[in-house]
Nanobody, 121 residues
Framework: QVRLVESGGALVQAGGSLRLSCAAY????????MGWYRQAPGKQRELVAT???????NYVDSVKGRFTISRDNAKKTVYLQMNSLKPEDTAVYYC???????????????WGQGTQVTVSS
């Protein structure tokens, strides 16, 4: 059994910063790609950033230069440092990971429960 647990969402003023965390728990053999997605009210879920097990990162254009994704493989945790937040960053943020469980050969995709980020103007 594997689960992803997110934390760090909050209400913050425009221009402020937040750091989201997402830790993976369970019988985990390896974690491949990890990422953050977000979904604003009335909109589709969109990719925010991803990071490979080797540390290669990718960002959606709207957050480049403001957000930084990182991971601690030993802690099985991915982070999203969000700076210079804007009201349009308001959304539920979800973490996502490709995980292979022990004694299982195939990788599966897992999602966290989501954490609310609200940026006031």
């Amino acid at each position: 059994q594997v689960r992803l647990v997110e934390s760090g969402g909050a209400l913050v003023q425009a221009g402020g910063s937040l750091r989201l965390s997402c830790a993976a728990y369970g019988t985990i053999a390896s974690i491949n790609l990890m990422g953050w997605y977000r979904q604003a009210p009335g909109k589709q879920r969109e990719l925010v950033a991803t990071i490979t097990s080797g540390g290669t990162t990718n960002y959606v254009d709207s957050v480049k230069g403001r957000f930084t994704i990182s991971r601690d493989n030993a802690k099985k945790t991915v982070y999203l440092q969000m700076n210079s937040l804007k009201p349009e960053d308001t959304a539920v943020y979800y973490c996502n990971a490709g995980i292979t469980q022990r004694r299982i050969t195939s990788e599966s995709t897992y999602w966290g429960q989501g954490t609310q980020v609200t940026v006031s103007s």
